[in-house]
C-alpha cells in the first residue's frame, strides 16, 4: 500500500532555512502529483505547494512563492520543500501528500480533497 513518511521539520529563527523530505513507496508508477499542505493550530490545512513528478511543473501557494521551492529526485522517490527565508507565520504541521489522479493544472493543485494518500505530517516551529 502506498506511504508517506515526512521528515526534516524542526524549529529556526525568523529568516532561517528547512528543507522537508517526503519518502513514497508502495505504487509503481512514476508520474503523479504531490502536494504539501500545513496546518495550524486553530485553522484549516492548506496547500502551500505541488508537483507534477512526470514533468517537474509546480504550483505554489501565493504566500509562499519566492521562498519555497518544491522538487522530487526520481532517484529517491522523495519530494521535497526546501523553505527559506521562514517567517512566523509559516509554523504548523507539514503534510504531504498524492494525488490517485492529477487535478487540473492550477488552484486544484492546492486542494485537500484532491488528495488521497497522506503522510503522518512533521512540526515546523519558527
Known amino acids: 500500500h502506498v506511504q508517506l513518511v515526512e521528515s526534516g521539520g524542526g524549529s529556526v529563527q525568523a529568516g532561517g532555512s528547512l528543507r522537508l523530505s517526503c519518502a513514497a513507496s508502495?505504487?509503481?508508477?512514476?508520474?503523479?502529483?504531490m502536494a504539501w499542505f500545513r496546518q495550524a493550530p486553530g485553522k484549516e490545512r492548506e496547500g502551500v505547494a505541488a508537483i507534477y513528478t512526470g514533468g517537474g511543473s509546480t504550483y505554489y501557494e501565493d504566500s509562499v512563492k519566492g521562498r519555497f521551492t518544491v522538487s522530487y529526485d526520481s532517484a529517491r522517490n522523495t519530494v521535497y520543500l526546501q523553505m527559506d527565508n521562514l517567517k512566523p507565520v509559516d509554523s504548523a504541521v507539514y503534510y504531504c501528500a498524492k494525488a490517485l489522479v492529477c487535478p487540473r493544472y492550477g488552484p486544484d493543485w492546492l486542494i485537500q480533497a484532491k488528495y488521497h494518500y497522506w503522510g503522518q505530517g512533521t512540526q515546523v516551529t519558527v
Open positions: 508502495g505504487y509503481t508508477y512514476s508520474s503523479y502529483c
